[in-house]
């Protein structure tokens, strides 16, 4: 059976000496950076910069590991970017708050904001095409630097949903909108995107990582392990097993098992390093679910969608009504009245991106009262 390599590796801490000796370690089985980079390659380092937060809120990239590969591709004699498109916000100020724009300055390597973008044939029928940052295909090759953490919408972000970065701006909204609430739908638009992007490598910082109502808002979880792959199915299939998450709660994974791609099951992975549970962390909180997974008829989903779905609520004692997730809002169903935010539950499309880009944590998930008893009946377990 053909199978592909993903290696695992313990890391405690991000101590510049340390991590670099893990990072080594980590890819040795897969050739070394070397294997990836030749001299002269223009290389692209796609961390997750989804907002302005301290490196120590886990959830963005950690610089430090940033600053570790920059030094492992220059050694191979690459020429390094580093770049993103932030959900909110200017580039060069999300990448300042996180820590990643001192890493770029003192690197001496160049700061790609994505701000062109380019059409390229997308393979499903919702979505014709996909605009992607220029950077990211006009270079030699694409380092995918994912954080490990729950996903509100998805279950998990990790290598696949990392690459949604490289849609430019406020496209991302519209595709969010376009999916309207199927999840399998954008779930399936995550896989081509990462199917057209084909980063050379993922390098997944799992030394803190988010649980809870992540990707914007939940905690960070020390789960103490660095991940390397090439396909980043493979590598998220991994993440998923050190988690002890079920694949089904994961939309990707869910989807991409269904269609058999490539990565998908633990049979095709060629794993180097400790079993994954070995490094599990001992307790791991999922993002709450958002949906009950199965299908019902529309006459009967359509009445009951309150009682079956998950939705965004506002803490008003938080909310600086600030406006920002009204401008990230796909349909918007948000707007600012005399008694503060209001969200139209009716137009909502249970995207979550307001509850990721809230600056102040200022969007709670309430569940509806069958999918509370569905999941009393039949809580979540790690597999
Ligand atoms: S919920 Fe958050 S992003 Fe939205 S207005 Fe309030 S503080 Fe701003
Ligand atoms: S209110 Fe929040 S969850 Fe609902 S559609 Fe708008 S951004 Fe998405």
Redesign the pocket.
Known sequence: MKTTPVSLHAASSYDPDSLTANLRSLLAPLGGMEAFVHPGDRVLLKPNLLSGKAPEKAVTTHPEIVRAIIHLVQEAGGVVKVGDSPGIGKPEAVAKKCGIWEVIETSGVEFAPFCEFVNVAAGSGTFQHLELARDILDTDVVINLPKLKTHQMMGLTCGVKNLFGAVVGLRKPQLHLQAGTSKATFALMLLELAAHIRPALTIVDAIIGMEGDGPGSGDPIQIGALIAGIEPLAVDTIACELLGVSPDAVWTQKIARERGLFGSVREEIELFGPPPEQLRPPRFTPAHSSDLNFSLPGFLKRPLRRSLTARPV?DNR?????????EACPPHAMR?DAHG?QIDEHVCIRCFC?QE????A??HTRQGLLLRLAQFLNPPRRS
């Open positions: 506002v938080r909310c600086q009504v600030c406006g920002i997730c009204i600012i935010l307001c880009l809230c600056p102040h200022a969007l």
